[in-house]
T-cell receptor, first 117, second 115 residues
Framework: NAGVTQTPKFRILKIGQSMTLQCAQDMNHNYMYWYRQDPGMGLKLIYY???????DKGEVPNGYNVSRSTTEDFPLRLELAAPSQTSVYFC????????????????FGNGTRLTVT | AQTVTQSQPEMSVQEAETVTLSCTYDTSESDYYLFWYKQPPSRQMILVIR??????QNATENRFSVNFQKAAKSFSLKISDSQLGDAAMYFCAYRTSQGAQKLVFGQGTRLTINP
């Protein structure tokens, strides 16, 4: 199983540019999450989805958009990149709400390191 | 809103010794879950241990155990017989039992193991 796959691994954007961070999972998980991790900080939830066609805002949604047209994919869109969006972005999925059980944990991707200059 | 605080940005321990990482949280809920996640240099987040708030018994997973003090809202992680592979960032996390059950993470503690 591939688990949760994020692309790209690294990206440098200029201010004002846009891009989409891709996230795909092959475990048929309904619950998917986007987090950002700033240096020396914990993860902050950007957006989440409880199933195809359903998304909702997390703690820090401003400047981002998401869609969930299929169970497998949960892309994160940055429309007008700003330096404040420089961060490492993690996508995660789980079979149960929030994950966190040993037999149904929260599966994380390997992250996308984004720099906006 | 719930918050999670890890007051130790960095910790170090000699190999084979025991280390305790601290975590406090704030919530008005009575039913919730607490977790410790490990993030090695590979950046992959790995679940180390979890604790259900309704359980009084402290969770244990091999060399990892917690000290859960519900009234004090404290949730520390003890690593016994530390190994070089334990070196990583450790995050404490809180999850409500309601709604979409999103995780709230602390700032993390970087653990170094000295050989």
């Amino acid at each position: 199983n591939a688990g949760v796959t994020q692309t790209p691994k690294f990206r440098i954007l200029k201010i004002g540019q846009s891009m989409t961070l891709q996230c795909a999972q092959d475990m048929n998980h309904n619950y998917m999450y986007w987090y950002r991790q700033d240096p020396g900080m914990g993860l902050k939830l950007i957006y989440y989805s409880v199933g195809a066609g359903i998304t909702d805002k997390g703690e820090v949604p401003n400047g981002y958009n998401v869609s969930r047209s299929t169970t497998e994919d949960f892309p994160l869109r940055l429309e007008l990149a700003a330096p404040s969006q420089t961060s490492v972005y993690f996508c995660a999925s789980s079979h149960t709400p929030g994950g966190g059980s040993y037999n149904s944990p929260l599966h994380f991707g390997n992250g996308t390191r984004l720099t906006v200059t | 809103a719930q918050t999670v605080t890890q007051s130790q940005p960095e910790m170090s321990v000699q190999e084979a010794e025991t280390v305790t990482l601290s975590c406090t949280y704030d919530t008005s809920e009575s039913d919730y879950y607490l977790f410790w996640y490990k993030q090695p240099p590979s950046r992959q987040m790995i679940l180390v241990i979890r604790q259900e708030a309704y359980k009084q018994q402290n969770a244990t997973e091999n060399r990892f155990s917690v000290n859960f003090q519900k009234a004090a809202k404290s949730f520390s992680l003890k690593i016994s017989d530390s190994q070089l592979g334990d070196a990583a960032m450790y995050f404490c996390a809180y999850r409500t039992s309601q709604g979409a059950q999103k995780l709230v993470f602390g700032q993390g503690t970087r653990l170094t193991i000295n050989p």
